[in-house]
T-cell receptor, first 117, second 113 residues
């Protein structure tokens, strides 16, 4: 399958600081990337849909001013958690949607584990 | 009613048996269906996609789709302990081409040696 990378794989930050997470599609162009959050023993929760060159579409209940998303190119999207608080501690996973043969499929990055102290 | 439903399990099968994982969805216009495997602490990995009614086989995995019944399943033959994971069913429900997936809560599979 296609390769999607995320950086960093884990990060610990102090409450009130901001953290940037990068998502890259390494071997295909991704017109759309998605950002998910997953708390322990729960399923994936979609936070936002990111399209290259346009503003992200946020899911209901997700604060767009707190979770800043930038999709500057067809291979890179970033998520910035601003003024992080302990309740933002979670596993953040991006996915990239690309054309595989005649179909679009979605591949996940390895995830970023964020701990806010 | 949840949009994509799975039995959370755990589903426990002995090594070598067939594991059957089920998923139902609510939106009749859904077109694309996916099964992801997620090991504890890791991100999901795409293992099967299916778009048409019927069966699709890939190695030990078979996906089955019945759009009339709004039902998709995953069969794992000759189950191995390494198959122990959470299996997520995902559905692209919307006719627009955003690719937005709705996930079920996942079924935890335990394959016992």
């Amino acid at each position: 399958g296609a390769v999607v990378s995320q950086h960093p794989s884990w990060v610990i930050c102090k409450s009130g600081t901001s953290v940037k997470i990068e998502c890259r599609s390494l071997d295909f162009q991704a017109t759309t990337m998605f950002w998910y959050r997953q708390f322990p023993k729960q399923s994936l929760m979609l936070m936002a849909t990111s399209n290259e060159g346009s503003k992200a579409t946020y899911e209901q209940g997700v604060e767009k001013d707190k979770f800043l998303i930038n999709h500057a190119s067809l291979t890179l999207s970033t998520l910035t958690v601003t003024s992080a608080h302990p309740e933002d501690s979670s596993f953040y996973i991006c996915s990239a949607r690309g054309l595989q043969g005649a179909r679009y499929e979605q591949y996940f990055g390895p995830g970023t584990r964020l701990t806010v102290t | 009613q949840k949009e994509v439903e799975q039995n959370s399990g755990p589903l426990s099968v002995p090594e070598g048996a067939i594991a059957s994982l089920n998923c139902t969805y609510s939106d009749r216009v859904s077109q694309s269906f996916f099964w992801y495997r997620q090991y504890s602490g890791k991100s999901p990995e795409l293992i099967m996609s299916i778009y048409s009614n019927g069966d699709k086989e890939d190695g030990r995995f078979t996906a089955q789709l019945n759009k009339a019944s709004q039902y998709v399943s995953l069969l794992i033959r000759d189950s191995q302990p390494s198959d122990s994971a959470t299996y997520l069913c995902a559905v692209n429900m919307f006719e627009s081409n955003t690719g937005k997936l709705i996930f079920g809560q996942g079924t935890t599979l335990q394959v016992k040696p």
